[in-house]
């Protein structure tokens, strides 16, 4: 665990029994660490405004003013965009209401940067049908939100193996697939490349200017819906 969410963690840790004291002995137990590192992160927290105070005695130790702190929303946009299509499955069930307040609500406490950058990833997700079932490999999610060039290593239906560089723009999902929207270098066009048949993948510090639009795909414009944060 980095410091930073060690730090967060402890806010919740005493959030979580507060009133009641937690020791230095106790918490560096917790997060493996030492009192002296703790000592240091509580002072860290009282410096950045956090209400924490320490209780003497034999059973006493750190305290936070529950009242005057509010659990840390701390999603990337990533994270935001992720529980924006978990929740548009809910579509159909007695929960697709309740679950569109919760995402409002979420976005309403985000800072208004990561907010703005977790609308715009969400306007380049294309959902076809209820929701996708195979997953996007980690390298080609980073560079969908960072907007960074890919080197794929892509294997037809035929099994045969090709070298791309793309440009990631975005993504297409339906009943049993997810797909990366990307221009093709090779092809010189816009291509869909089905996330389970890349069978390597690099990226590459080249940044993307290429935007897209659902116009652009040979799909009928009445299957496809933009992912939206509302």
């Not at 529950?66 to 548009?88: G, K, Q």
């Not at 195979?134 to 060039?149: C, E, G, K, L, Q």
Request: glycine residues 6%.
């Amino acid at each position: 665990m980095n410091r930073t969410d060690r730090l967060y963690a402890l806010v919740e840790e005493l959030r979580a029994v507060s009133p009641r004291p937690r020791s230095a002995r106790w918490l560096a137990d917790r997060f493996e660490v030492s009192t002296r590192t703790v000592e240091r992160d509580i002072v860290a927290l009282q410096g950045s405004g956090v209400p924490i105070w320490a209780e003497p005695g034999r059973t006493g130790g750190y305290v936070v003013d529950r009242s005057h702190t509010l659990p840390p929303v701390n999603l990337t946009a990533t994270e935001a965009v992720a529980m924006a299509v978990a929740l548009h499955r809910l579509a159909g069930t007695p929960f697709a209401v309740a679950g569109g307040t919760a995402l409002r609500k979420l976005l309403a406490v985000l800072p208004a940067a990561d907010a703005a950058d977790a609308r715009l990833l969400a306007g380049r997700v294309l959902l076809v049908g209820s929701g996708p079932a195979t997953s996007v490999p980690a390298v080609v999610a980073d560079a969908v939100a960072a907007r960074r060039v890919l080197r794929l290593r892509y294997a037809d239906r035929c099994g045969v193996s090709s070298a791309r560089e793309v440009e990631p723009l975005g993504y297409l999902g339906n009943d049993r697939h997810w797909y990366l929207l990307a221009w093709c270098r090779l092809r010189a066009g816009l291509r869909c490349f089905r996330t389970d048949r890349i069978v390597g993948v690099e990226a590459s510090p080249e940044r993307v200017t290429r935007e897209f639009s659902p116009a652009d795909l040979d799909v009928p414009a009445e299957r496809v819906r933009r992912l939206t944060l509302v």
